[in-house]
Structures are given as structure tokens and as C-alpha cells.
């Protein structure tokens, strides 16, 4: 082995920790929250421990195949953050309906309260200490409707979501990706059995600080859909597209997203969007502040 080798193999690793260690004055984003910052795709940050952190939820589904369908679910977190790099929180969810004309559901038309929710996100890598943020989150809810026809009956659903963050060009650019596993049940009062089904995807995201209490970003959501709780029988696929906002408010934010089915197939199904399990149009609102 030349001498030489031993002082190559140093220059090299001490130009890669060089490369990975932390630039001077190294922050995060001006301080933003990447788990709100781009719309349904979730950051990859969690809260200090400590810290307390209501937030008002307004996840909304709009359009199907034939008829009139509009749903939204009102949701009231509440977040803590228990110790470093972890949080939890519990949620009150709701439900708003106005379905006419759909096929396959009766008509539903009010506000309803329906269950309850629970989270928890532990984040694995920090983006202030390593290449990028990842943070692996579970949930899991239970509601006295049917969340997708807003039906008399119940759906439950568990959720697994991994989540990463990177900031290329720090305090101005951020950058997100999950993969997302799902599987649910739901049943209508009136029919024989629940309904299993379960849903894959992978969701990417941008967001650039356009202003010092704005950033501004898009998304793109890829969902698959299944029959059964494990990932049986594929039933189609969707694809969404839409913008996001975000704004930090003191301690508080409003985050803003709008996504619309820009592909899709169903089997069975006729046209090229998938109607039947995804909607035209999704939205989410969150506004909360930290105590």
C-alpha cells in the first residue's frame, strides 16, 4: 500500500464530515413549522418538550362522479410536546355534509360531532443536525359516521406516515416527501358488515419564503386504493396537484391547501379520474399557536 493511501483516505473523510457537520449560525427556517408548512404533506418537525399546542383543523373534500358532494371535518387538536424529538396529541373531530345525488350513499345534509383522534410523531433525524429531517408518524381515529359519505354508522382508521425534510438553501427554501400507509373501516347503519379498505401513497412538496411572514409552495399527492384492510384488491389510483400557503403569526400560523384530481383510473369506472374512493377537490385549513 503506497504511503500516500492513509493521507488520501483523511483528506477525503475529513472533507465529507466537513460537508455534513453544521454551518456557522446553521437555524431552522426562521423557525417554521415544516409539519404545517406544505399543506397535507407533513414536515418533518415535532414539538419542543413542553410545549403546548391547540390547533383548529378544516380538512374538506369536494366533487364526485354525479350528484352534489361537499364534506368538511372540523378537528380541534391538542399537541404536547413530551420530550425531545417526540409529541402527542389527542383530537375532537366533526363532520359538515352536503351530499345530494350521489350514487350509492343517501342524501346527508348538517354538522355532526363524531369521535376522536389520537397522534404521535418521533422524529429520528433532525435537518439542523443531519442531511435532511425524517419522523415517523401514527394515527388513529374513530368516528359515529361514515367520514366519506357523512352516512349513520362508523369509520375507524389507522395511519402510518414517514416523513422527510430538507432545506437546500437555508431560510428561504424547504422541501417534503411522505410515504403513506393507511387502512380503515366503515359501515353504514342499515347494511350487513363493515367495509374494509385501505390506501397507499407518496406525497411530494415545495415551499418558498416569498416574504418575511409568508411562504408559498405546491404539492403533488399520488394515493392508491384497496379493497380489504391489507392492501388486497387494487381498485385505482389518483393523482393531485395543487398550491399551499403558509404564515407565521407570533407564535401561531395559518396553513392553506388546495389540491386537485388531475388523474386518476378506476377499475370498474368510467373516465380517466378516480371518483369513486378520492374526490375532485381537497382543501385543508390549520390554524393553531403554541403556548
Not at 408559498?216 to 399527492?221: D, F, N, P, S, V
Not at 383510473?265 to 368510467?270: D, F, S, Y
Amino acid at each position: 500500500m503506497s504511503r500516500r493511501t492513509p493521507l488520501l483516505a483523511l483528506v477525503l473523510w475529513s472533507g465529507c464530515a466537513s460537508a455534513f457537520a453544521d454551518p456557522p449560525g446553521r437555524q431552522r427556517a426562521s423557525e417554521v413549522d415544516t409539519e404545517h408548512l406544505f399543506g397535507q404533506t407533513s414536515g418533518a418537525d415535532t414539538e419542543e418538550p413542553g410545549a403546548f399546542v391547540p390547533h383548529l383543523v378544516l380538512p374538506g373534500r369536494i366533487g364526485r362522479r354525479a350528484g352534489a358532494y361537499a364534506t368538511t371535518s372540523p378537528t380541534l387538536e391538542l399537541k404536547y410536546g413530551v420530550v425531545e424529538n417526540f409529541s402527542a396529541s389527542l383530537s375532537l373531530r366533526g363532520l359538515t355534509a352536503n351530499n345530494h345525488n350521489v350514487p350509492g350513499t343517501t342524501d346527508v345534509r348538517g354538522a355532526f360531532v363524531t369521535g376522536f383522534g389520537i397522534q404521535g410523531r418521533y422524529r429520528f433525524l433532525d435537518r439542523e443536525r443531519a442531511p435532511f429531517g425524517m419522523t415517523l408518524q401514527l394515527a388513529a381515529t374513530t368516528d359515529q359516521r361514515n367520514m366519506a359519505t357523512g352516512e349513520r354508522g362508523r369509520s375507524d382508521q389507522v395511519e402510518a406516515r414517514l416523513a422527510f425534510d430538507i432545506e437546500p438553501i437555508w431560510d428561504r427554501l424547504l422541501f417534503g416527501a411522505n410515504i403513506i400507509m393507511a387502512s380503515g373501516r366503515s359501515y353504514v347503519s342499515g347494511n350487513a358488515g363493515f367495509d374494509m379498505t385501505s390506501n397507499a401513497g407518496l406525497a411530494i412538496a415545495g415551499s418558498a419564503r416569498v416574504a418575511d411572514n409568508l411562504w408559498l409552495g405546491a404539492e403533488l399527492i399520488y394515493q392508491r386504493a384497496y379493497a380489504g384492510s391489507t392492501f388486497g384488491r387494487f381498485q385505482g389510483d389518483a393523482i393531485h396537484v395543487g398550491p399551499t400557503l403558509y404564515a407565521p403569526i407570533e407564535k401561531g400560523w395559518i396553513s392553506l391547501s388546495w389540491t386537485v384530481q388531475v388523474a386518476g383510473r378506476e377499475v370498474g369506472g368510467v373516465g380517466t379520474l378516480k371518483m369513486r374512493d378520492f374526490e375532485r377537490h381537497q382543501f385543508l385549513a390549520v390554524v393553531g399557536r403554541r403556548f
